[in-house]
């Protein structure tokens, strides 16, 4: 089955609306053909991030489980969708905002596949929550932790099959709550191993958690930076949030 199926219906459609300036039918199919593979990409990570955030908050370890399954996909599809990149560079050779597609897929083809690797670290956790019978429900401030990550995920691939700047722009203005969101989490966790010294590996599991949902957030960032790239051709990274939401 091809990855991403019938999933989710804001992946079907093309969000590349630009003028194109490298021509040729063959190149128009091909470029069309990277923005289709990575939409897909992305409606089966989504999916993977959905389940294991489910198995974190409801204490789910066959939702856990189920995560791991997509991971041959996740990764043949991510080589598949770099090789054909690479094929459209060495075949057609395109320039300005075509080149600009060719490298917007190959940014948020990897960080599709590096969110994918997080989904299953924290399902992984969740099935090794699972044997202690205190370990769920999880602390309330990484429940909303979780829930917040996984908006901004929702909002970032929207940002990229709408081609929306604006979007975009507000994913990237949003990471600095979740870092925020982070810091309290990790605070409340180190207090639970002083107070419950006992329970340890599963407070450093919640910890290492956290940090993975604080990741996946950074690559949603990530991809909605590759959206203002790809519409506008600025590389926004590094120069802070004032310039990145585009203040004067």
Known sequence: MEP??????????????????????????DLEGLWTGVLKLAAVV??????????????????????????????????EIERACLKVLALHQPVASDLR???????????????????RHIAKRVRKLSNDPEAFPIPEPLEAMAIEALDQVHSGLDAVAKSDSMLAREVIAADRRIDHHYRLVLKDLK????????????????????????????????????????????????????????AN
């Open 191 to 246: 207090q639970e191993i002083r107070r419950d010294p006992e329970r340890v590996d599963n407070w450093l599991r919640l910890i290492n958690t956290a940090r993975n949902l604080e990741r996946i957030a950074d690559h949603a960032t990530n991809i909605a930076e590759a959206v203002i790239y790809l519409n506008e051709g600025d590389i926004i990274r590094h120069i802070g949030p004032r310039h990145a939401n585009g």
């Open 46 to 79: 989504e999916d993977a991030l959905n389940q294991s955030v489910r198995a974190l908050c409801e204490g789910r370890p066959d939702l856990a489980r189920g995560v791991r399954q997509e991971e041959a996909t996740v990764d043949r599809w991510e080589v």
């Open 4 to 29: 991403g199926g019938q999933r989710s219906g804001r992946y079907q459609g093309s969000g590349w609306d630009v003028e194109r300036v490298t021509l040729g039918r063959h190149f128009l199919r």
């Open 101 to 119: 597609r060719v490298a917007a897929v190959l940014k948020i083809n990897g960080d599709l596949e590096r969110m994918g690797d997080l989904a």
